[in-house]
């Protein structure tokens, strides 16, 4: 399969709102690969940040 068609791909899958980690099992590439392609998921853009412990005083 060819880069473009590729990109293709991944591009419609991330239409179905899969992330990169999805796409690139589906199709057999690394996930750096595919996020460097469209960016990364919109789910761990919306995620919440992390909480961090602070001792009471």
């Given amino acids: ?17 899969k992330t990169p980690k999805e796409i690139a099992r589906a199709l057999g590439v690394p996930p750096s690969k595919v996020t460097r392609w469209c960016g990364p998921s919109p789910r761990s853009a919306t995620a ?3 909480r961090t412990w602070r001792a009471a005083g």
């Fill in 1 to 17: 399969m060819s880069n473009q068609e590729l990109l293709d791909q991944v591009r419609r899958r991330r239409g179905e709102g």
């Fill in 48 to 50: 919440p940040a992390r």
